[in-house]
Structures are given as structure tokens and as C-alpha cells.
């Protein structure tokens, strides 16, 4: 699996720190993983916030069969349909948040 691979997913234009927002909800399995990687890995700068899909039933409509969603500077750019077991969504995350 090539780690360069986004998914079809454009890349966000600005490099450095960003404004990263996770959608998530509590108790997902996906979720905690994403955020763990994104926490340990980001640039210093890099502004970081958990959205709970359940606290909002437009959100809740839009991501739930998504999650974990990550939204860069206004653009979802990873979502669960990009994980896999072997942990190549690392790599592929980093790639899309330019890390």
C-alpha cells in the first residue's frame, strides 16, 4: 500500500501549524487511535479540536458512519474508510496533514 496515497482526498495548501478538528463521539474505537496519533505527532502550533457527533444531530446525521473524520483548515480530509489493520493510515495521515 503506498502511504502517499490520500484517498482521493486533496491536500491542504498551508504546511506548518494548522487547525485540525476530529470528528468524533465517545466510545469509538476508530476514534481514539486518530486522535492519539495526531496528538503525539503534530507540529508545534497545530490547534487540535474533538467535535462529539453526538452533541449535535446535524453533525450526528453527516459523520456518523464516517467517524473518525478529520477536518484540515475547513477540508475533511480522512475518514475511517482510510484506516486499515496494518497501520498504513499513519502514514497516510501524516502525509495528508504534511507532518
Known sequence: MNPNNT???RLPAIRGA???VLFS???CHLC???EA???STAIIGTGLTVVDIDEDSV?????WLR???VRVEGEDVFEA???DQEGEWKNRLAHILGW
Open 18 to 20: 494548522l487547525e485540525v
Open 37 to 39: 496519533e495526531i496528538r
Open 81 to 83: 474508510k482510510m484506516m
Open 59 to 63: 453533525l450526528h446525521d453527516k459523520y
Open 32 to 34: 481514539e487511535p486518530v
Open 25 to 27: 463521539k465517545r466510545g
Open 7 to 9: 484517498g482521493g482526498a
Open 67 to 69: 467517524i473518525p473524520v
